[in-house]
């Protein structure tokens, strides 16, 4: 790997802190985001969810099915200053919805569920290229939601306040 | 998925561009009598690879890809009727080399006949930004379509991570700067009782370094060459007592939902 593509190892923990606050930003404001241009999304975290270990020799935790969110094991997770490392996502948008898997370290996304093709397309053709402005604007918004996350963890301030209420949420 | 490359690549508007593809376009494996795998471009209007125009390349916000794998294999279970069949004429069983011979007969009999599965995988490619978005998540689509690209294009695409998605996105200088020297923040471990309270900053994982090949002249000296991980100024240290040891979370709880289930996986270091 070239030396300018080693951020999944040196950067890893940025995506673990962006799927983190995803989940902070979902209990305590609803989830609910106005991205640039004024686009509205919905995210809420699904039935799926991986605490990173916060050191190698620790072991990592899945919890699925159900509300894994809701979970004593999740609240101590968080207690004990775990960040998460995977976690399936619905995301949604007007009346489009994907579920998602995102890997934190690598940001990349599997189990990837496309909204219904829309009742228009006719031809295959019209599917295709509905499924690929589906494909487009699911990363897109993964892509903005990152971005607001990046706009707030790399302000100065972010210690004292962002991180702190945070910190709080994860102590409740 | 989104990938990044370095490097300059063909203008996607011109013909160039669609000439690369179809020196790697798809080849038919319709008729073939072995079992293979055929990988090339194709143009979402045409699925056969065997016309490219720029025209049919335009995604509109970026130019669009496609991807055509065909894939022809023996289907199993006929081979297991056949050698059941042979094995029953014959009253006992094949030898090893006899079911080989089987096979190989089978192959040449059958596969002509058989229709390859057809994958088609897309993606749309922002040249100013320097990136492919694959429309598929799957290991064998990943893998396929970098190869292809790099046979095609001559660059090495490499996948996203969250370095790459900052310096990539409408971030100010200042903000991507801040990105390439962040380091992690530690959230307190509010289950020990006097532990710390406040996030604080810890310095980044240090990276480590695949070793160099052994040079006879220099064997004995260091096994591996370890990166110092970068400590910038923002590192605040932590003033309040750390974890001395930290219960696993699946233990630190009698209670267990009923519907969830809980898994402990083995940390891959």
Not at chain 2, 81 to 94: C, M, Q, S, Y
Not at chain 2, 191 to 205: A, F, H, I, N, Y
Not at chain 2, 241 to 269: F, G, K, M, W, Y
């Amino acid at each position: 790997m070239s030396q300018a593509f080693q951020g999944a190892e040196s950067h890893g923990f940025v995506g673990e802190e962006f799927l983190t606050w995803l989940w902070f930003k979902w209990e305590t404001e609803g989830g609910e985001f106005t991205l640039t241009g004024g686009r509205i999304v919905g995210i809420a975290i699904d039935d799926f969810l991986t605490f990173a270990a916060q050191t190698e020799d620790e072991t990592e935790q899945t919890l699925r099915r159900g509300l894994p969110t809701r979970t004593a094991e999740a609240r101590t997770a968080l207690r004990q200053g775990h960040r998460l490392r995977k976690a399936r996502l619905l995301l949604a948008e007007g009346e489009r919805q994907w579920t998602a898997t995102i890997d934190a370290p690598t940001l990349s996304l599997s189990g990837v569920k496309l909204p219904e093709d829309a009742e228009e397309c006719e031809s295959e053709m019209d599917r295709t290229a509905d499924r690929a402005a589906n494909w487009l604007a699911l990363h897109e918004i993964v892509q903005a939601l990152y971005r607001m996350f990046l706009k707030e963890r790399l302000h100065p301030d972010y210690q004292s306040t962002g991180a702190e209420a945070q910190a709080n949420w994860m102590a409740r | 998925m989104p990938f990044f490359w370095q490097g300059k690549i063909v203008d996607p508007r011109n013909d160039e561009f669609a000439e690369h593809l179809s020196l790697q376009r798809f080849r038919t494996i319709e008729n073939a009598a072995s079992e293979e795998v055929s990988i090339g471009w194709v143009t979402p209007a045409d699925p056969t690879g065997d016309n490219f125009s720029t025209e049919d390349l335009d995604g509109g916000v970026g130019t669009w890809l496609r991807l055509r794998i065909d894939k022809k294999s023996m289907p199993m279970k006929w081979l297991q009727i056949h050698r059941d069949a042979a094995e029953k004429a014959r009253g006992k069983k094949l030898s090893a080399k006899e079911r080989r011979e089987l096979k190989d007969d089978l192959m040449d009999q059958l596969l002509p006949r058989v229709l390859p599965t057809i994958t088609l995988v897309d993606a749309l490619l922002f040249e100013e930004r320097k990136t492919v978005l694959l429309f598929a998540t799957s290991k064998s689509a990943k893998e396929a379509f970098t190869k292809l690209f790099f046979e095609t294009f001559s660059l090495q695409l490499e996948p996203g991570d969250p370095l790459q998605a900052g310096l990539n996105s409408d971030l100010s200088n200042d903000d991507k700067h801040a990105l390439e020297r962040v380091n992690p923040i530690r959230w307190p471990n509010t289950t020990l009782e006097g532990g710390p309270s406040k996030p604080v900053t810890v310095p980044r994982p240090v990276i480590q370094k695949a070793p160099e090949p052994k040079d006879e002249a220099l064997e004995g000296a260091e096994d591996a060459v370890v990166e110092e991980s970068v400590v910038t100024d923002d590192v605040i240290a932590a003033d309040e007592p750390q974890a001395a040891v930290e219960e696993p979370v699946a233990e630190a709880t009698a209670q267990e939902p009923e519907p969830t289930e809980i898994e402990s996986l083995e940390n891959e270091a």
